[in-house]
């Protein structure tokens, strides 16, 4: 079955320090994955996307994301956070058609 | 350029009632997704419609309606509210419909349902 895995239901990180978010995908070939943010209250906003070539990603805000076959994961990253990150972050992932399926999220909180 | 919006931003109802949600996609854009976000959950896909068609559908039961318009705005409708249905409503456009290049897509804020 397609799904999408994000194994961390909330992270606490301090503010400048380095952030990866985890998330690992089922499908048999090589989906478009996609990493949207959440802040409370609001929509979604998209961060970043692969669908072919550089497996590194850069995306907004700082956000980059590796795509890993050998492993289906598109993890996450951040060097530096700031407390603005605080948020919930969905990883995403289309199989060309029309439905996208979307991890159960994980929420990330930033203390000082 | 204005984005994704969607009316009312809050609805209360009662179970057994009918609801209906408006969605305006961003200009240019033919495709419009609805998706379900019960609380504490990722979102889940209910419908896609391009150029005014159901390209697909998740699995929600037949109380879930919707259709698109000439000027590419849609309405989703519930039937027969139960309290289960009580969630977040988003809706998201984008260019092109299923299989396009461009199937990225863009959210609007959403519309809290509550049933009661």
């Known amino acids: 079955a397609q799904s999408v895995t994000q194994p961390d239901i909330h992270i606490t990180v301090s503010e400048g320090a380095s952030l990866e978010l985890r998330c690992n995908y089922s499908?048999?070939?090589?989906?478009?994955l996609f990493w949207y943010v959440q802040s409370p209250g609001q929509g979604l906003q998209l961060l970043l996307k692969?669908?072919?070539?550089?497996?590194l990603v850069q995306g907004i805000k700082g956000f980059e994301a590796e795509f890993k076959r050998s492993q289906s994961s598109f993890n996450l990253r951040k060097p530096s956070v700031h407390w603005s990150d605080a948020a919930e972050y969905f990883c995403a992932f289309n199989t060309g058609g029309f439905k996208t399926i979307f991890g159960a999220g994980t929420r990330l909180f930033v203390k000082a | 350029d204005a984005g994704v919006t969607q009316s009312p931003t809050h609805l209360i109802k009662t179970r057994g009632q009918q609801v209906t949600l408006r969605c305006s996609p961003i200009?240019?854009?033919?495709?419009v997704s609805w998706y379900q976000q019960v609380l504490g959950q990722g979102p889940q896909f209910i419908f896609q419609?391009?150029?005014?068609?159901?390209?697909g559908r998740g699995n929600f039961p037949d109380r879930f309606s919707a259709r698109q318009f000439p000027n590419y705005s849609s309405e989703l409708n519930v039937n027969a509210l139960l309290l289960g249905d009580s969630a977040l409503y988003l809706c998201?456009?984008?260019?092109?419909?299923?299989?396009?290049?461009?199937?990225?897509?863009?959210f609007g804020p959403g519309t809290r349902l509550t049933v009661l």
């Open positions: 692969y669908f072919s070539g550089d497996t």
């Open positions: 499908y048999g070939a090589t989906p478009y």
């Open positions: 998201a456009s984008s260019p092109d419909g299923p299989g396009g290049l461009t199937d990225t897509q863009y």
């Open positions: 419609y391009y150029e005014k068609e159901e390209r």
């Open positions: 200009s240019g854009h033919k495709s």
